[in-house]
């Protein structure tokens, strides 16, 4: 599945989806940002090691009193990727992008599909909703108790705490496709709004190439 499966209209399901999704998003461009930023300081390391070391053997005093390895590299590196694994879930739960089996639920259409996928849900809302509370304990304990990190001493805390934020709203987004999933089931929709519909291999393909290429559908039509 696709972000391309999501649709969209002017329902108030779709409005509050659309609202949330516009936050989703920033909190992915987020973890790439400072994914990005780990990846410069990992440059800045390397660089600053090599130049150390270059300047101390030839004797350079300077080079070497003012560049070597970061300091707290390692450390600022463990408190970036729990970040960077966390920030992107709830969009990829709305772009119906996490990795599942779909054997048997690509077989189901109409009524049975989406109370296969209402169920599914629910389950996952429970799930997340000890989530919340494991995390914010785990927090909880970590600003009584001070806890840092070993190099320099940066304090946990603030790593711990986006995990019970985000299954906070994951928990919210949980509750927009109970919504959703709910009102394609009274109705019979084949393609409700605010969930991820299932596409075939030749429609996520399709897909795959519009968003590579930065053409719309219609835009590609009229280029054959």
Known sequence: MSSHSVREDSSKVSRVDRALYM????????AGLIALGVMLLAV??????KIG??????????FDDNFGPVPGYIDWT???VPAIAILGLVATQRDGGHI???????KLKGRALWLFELLSVIFMLIITSALI?????????????????????????????LFPVIFAFLAVRLIIQIWAYWRALKSGELNPVAVPIPEDAATQALNEALTVSGFDKDEMEASK
Do not use: C
């Open 23 to 30: 936050i989703e998003s920033k909190m992915t461009l987020l």
């Open 133 to 161: 509370y494991g995390t914010w304990d785990h927090t909880a304990r970590a600003l009584k108790n001070g806890d840092s990190t070993v190099d320099i001493n940066l304090p946990t805390w603030p790593a711990k705490i």
């Open 53 to 62: 070391d270059i300047a101390n053997d030839y004797g350079w005093t300077w």
């Open 44 to 49: 800045a390391n390397i660089l600053g090691r």
């Open 100 to 106: 599942r089996m779909d054997f048997v639920v690509g």
């Open 78 to 80: 463990e408190q970036a």
